[in-house]
């Protein structure tokens, strides 16, 4: 157990005046609501909103609405996500289907998806894992002539873009969250967002069906959250982060999905959302180019995007063990993303039997993510740089440049991180404090 400064894999910002804010919606519950739904529609330029209590709920709702518009019952999704995902598809009584991924992309491998795509696949859902866009229009066109939904996960790229279009309004529907760990939150909370009449129309029933939560419910979310911006601070961390029941950074199969729509102080909780992620995102971006600066690794897009955590891969198991133990030990916030492909989930086994995805398999077992959010300070930079400088990069992951006659290498073996001569900061202004009022 480590005591002391300890960095929190994923964090996203929160300041005591937005609490304030979360009980005045609590007060005013309809304005509160109205006022979120509005602007969402407004800044994603989306004909329809819903808001559900976590972005695992919007997935099953959207999942349960379109199974009314077809008769397909498959869903076909990427072998490697959020185990929330394939939870989400059980939820809905559909059939999940994983499909192998582009190791560098976290998209699917566009040759696999041919074979897991048939005349019983009710929908595709892409993701954008880290912020990484998918390629959603490439989808679309294989889908739609075959009147086959795309449901575009955008859970961890809220405010993202490619191509200059916002990631979560590509597909014929998407979704966001609000969760703890993503690029803003109100603790929990999920957004389901669409310009198509049709699934509206489909969702707008179940939507309907839905409680509100009530008012004990509203003062017990407020105050979870109240506890994780004092506990969420690198001072802090240490502590929730030493408490085994807390399960703090594991990866669980929900078995049960509590739905109702978002509490009203969750919505006011979000006021001013749109600047706040957009600062947010704006950090996440820069450490991620800083990291991208310091040391060799391919990123894929470019490192402006707004990766939520930024993953690398390294050679094996057995090195990501070594570094991820030292990461922990000096509490630097590295991260080991799912533990397993969605094939291999204890639960999905027996439903997804015979299914092989060997490259999703070994992406769960190699890659590491560096923290990117607000409290990622200069030193946590530097000394998240030192410890990955003898790092054993997967081939994949290796910046080519590195291997060229200017990089400086450091560790001994090929493929060993090189660092940038200057391991300057100086072009990155200091990371602000984003959630001090
Ligand atoms: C890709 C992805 N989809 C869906 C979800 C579910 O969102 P929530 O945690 O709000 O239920 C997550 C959560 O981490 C996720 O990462």
């Not at 955008?154 to 966001?176: C, H, N, S, W, Y």
């Not at 690398?312 to 090195?319: F, H, M, R, S, T």
Request: positive net charge; charged residues 25%.
């Amino acid at each position: 157990m480590r005591i002391g400064r300890t960095l929190p894999p994923v964090a996203a910002p929160l300041a005591w005046r937005d609490l304030w804010h979360g009980l005045i919606g609590g007060l005013d519950r309809d304005h509160a609501i109205r006022t979120l739904e509005e602007e969402i529609r407004r800044e994603f330029d989306v004909a329809h909103v819903f808001l559900l209590s976590s972005g695992t709920a919007a997935l099953a709702l959207t999942l349960t609405a379109l199974k009314s518009l077809s008769p397909g019952r498959d869903v076909v999704l990427p072998a490697f996500t959020c185990p929330s995902v394939p939870a989400a598809v059980l939820e809905a009584g559909l059939h999940p289907i994983p499909c192998d991924i582009d190791a560098a992309t976290f998209d699917f491998d566009h040759e696999r998806l041919d074979e897991a795509v048939t005349g019983q696949t009710l929908c595709v859902i892409a993701h954008h894992l880290f912020g990484i866009p998918s390629d959603v229009e490439r989808l679309r066109n294989r889908c739609h002539p075959r009147g086959i939904v795309v449901v575009e996960d955008a859970a961890q790229a809220m405010g993202a873009e490619a191509g200059g279009r916002k990631l979560g309004t590509m597909g014929d529907v998407g979704i966001f969250s609000f969760g703890r760990g993503k690029n803003i939150t109100c603790g929990s909370g999920g957004v389901i967002l669409t310009n198509s009449d049709r699934i509206a129309g489909a969702i707008g029933p179940h939507y309907r069906r839905l409680h509100a939560p009530s008012l004990v419910c509203n003062l017990k979310a407020l105050a979870r959250i109240a506890l994780m911006m004092v506990f969420i601070r690198p001072r802090l961390y240490w502590i929730p982060a030493a408490l085994p029941f807390l399960a703090l950074g594991e990866t669980i199969f929900p078995k049960t999905i509590p739905m109702t729509r978002l509490a009203a102080m969750q919505a006011g909780l979000l006021r001013g959302w749109a600047s706040r992620l957009a600062r947010s995102n704006e950090i996440r971006s820069r450490t991620a180019a800083w990291f991208r600066r310091q040391l060799p690794i391919r990123l894929t897009p470019e490192p402006r995007q707004p990766y939520l955590r930024l993953p690398i891969a390294v050679a094996n198991a057995k090195e990501r063990a070594r570094i991820y133990s030292r990461s922990r030990k000096r509490g630097l916030g590295l991260s080991v993303g799912f533990p397993a492909p969605v094939n291999e989930i204890p639960e999905m086994r027996a439903i997804c039997h015979g299914r092989r995805c060997p490259r999703a398999r070994r992406v769960a077992d190699t890659i590491l993510t560096l923290p990117t959010h607000q409290w990622v300070a200069e030193e946590d930079m530097r000394a998240i740089a030192d410890l990955l400088r003898d790092a054993d990069l997967a081939e994949w992951c290796r910046d080519a440049a590195a291997d060229g006659p200017d990089a400086r290498e450091i560790g001994s073996a090929p493929g060993r991180m090189a660092m940038d001569p200057e391991g300057s900061l100086a072009t990155r202004e200091r990371v602000q404090d984003v959630s001090a009022a």
